[in-house]
């Protein structure tokens, strides 16, 4: 398996910064801040050479500690240091190729194939790791991103491992259900077919978004219809990208939009069509993490919202009871496109 390291561009906002270490965190191997290494599952013990001292190497092995070394490749001489690297089998070796020259690491995944060391080249882009992994064939071990762009990252995942980045999603607790008015409700129809604990993130402020199941579930009176979300007004939010949003009235045929399931796990599929009809509707009100957040959904039986363990009717749900929502990042929206430093408030 291919290793995804990620390290946040200093010049990035502090939401950026908050953005992007959530979702490395998620998803990431190993996350750099400084010579500091992380995962979800806490600091790594993993030591930074200055230098190639045979000596060091083999003690701090033999303490049981991981090594690993960064080296900038202007020519032929850093390209043998890296080799030498391998040799003393540094764990990692992190390779900065200047102008992105694709021979030096050809000749070194042909030296460290096989090897204890692993090759981690920086990058820029997910243009950039998809190159390295496939050089020589064999590719490189891994890559280490270097980005302020959210985006960038959950390209740069889905090519690494080859599927797409996981949303964090937050157990709330229901406030209040209140019946409201008829209104303009959207079934977005997709190409593709959703399985229980499966849906779309819709919401009515851009701070929240609950997980809304596709109708996959049967009843005596209507039939199953795994590829529809019953997903609200037309004036919703839902997440059409890891950090975009657009209205539900916007969605046509042909657009992608984002399947979570349970877990958190996304997948994308296109919109088959758009249907939207006058019906009776629920005014629904959560709290998660100190956050109050609402949405309105139709209100009748095949309108189901994803629990942890499974889902329930909008017509069942009471006071205390639990449902995954997702919170995003605070402030406002310019055409679906997250803007922290606004101030909005949202109702």
């Known amino acids: 398996m291919k290793e995804l390291w990620v390290e946040i561009d200093q010049a990035a906002s502090l939401q950026e910064k908050e953005n992007l270490l959530s979702l490395a965190q998620e998803n990431a191997d190993v996350v750099l801040e400084g010579e500091k290494a992380s995962n979800k599952s806490g600091i790594l013990n993993i030591t ?103 985006d960038e990252l959950a390209k740069t995942v889905k090519i690494v491992k080859g599927q797409m980045p996981k949303v964090t999603l937050t157990v709330a607790k229901i406030l209040s259900i209140k019946p409201i008015g008829t209104g303009a409700r959207v079934c977005v129809d997709t190409v593709d077919l959703m399985s229980p604990g499966e849906g779309m993130l819709v919401g009515c402020q851009s701070a929240g978004f609950f997980l809304v199941e596709a109708e996959v579930s049967e009843n005596p009176y209507v039939q199953s219809r795994p590829f529809r979300v019953n997903a609200g007004p037309a004036s919703h939010y839902t997440l059409t990208s890891l950090q975009s949003t657009r209205y539900l009235s916007e969605l046509k045929a042909g657009d992608e939009v984002l399947i979570i399931n349970r877990e958190g796990k996304v997948r994308i599929t296109n919109v088959g069509r758009s249907k939207i009809e006058f019906r009776p509707l629920i005014l629904i009100e959560a709290e998660a993490d100190g956050t109050k957040i609402k949405t309105i959904l139709q209100n009748a039986e095949t309108i189901r919202v994803v629990t942890p363990k499974a889902s329930k009717p909008v017509t069942e749900l009471k006071p205390n009871d639990e449902v995954l929502v997702h919170l995003s990042a605070k402030g406002g929206r310019h055409f679906g496109v997250s803007v922290p430093e606004e101030t909005v408030i949202e109702k």
Do not use: M, Y
């Open 48 to 150: 930074f050479l200055t230098d190639l001292n045979e000596k060091k190497i083999a003690l701090l092995k033999n303490q049981g500690k991981k090594t690993a070394i960064k080296i900038t490749i202007k020519g032929k001489e850093d390209e043998n240091q890296a080799a030498k690297a391998a040799e003393l089998g540094v764990d990692f070796i992190i390779l900065n190729c200047f102008d992105w020259r694709v021979i030096p690491l050809e000749n070194l995944i042909a030296k460290a194939h096989g090897g204890k060391s692993k090759l981690i080249p920086e990058v820029a882009t997910a243009e950039d790791a998809k190159v390295v992994l496939e050089a020589l064939e064999l590719g490189t071990d891994g890559v280490l991103l270097k980005t302020s762009n959210p």
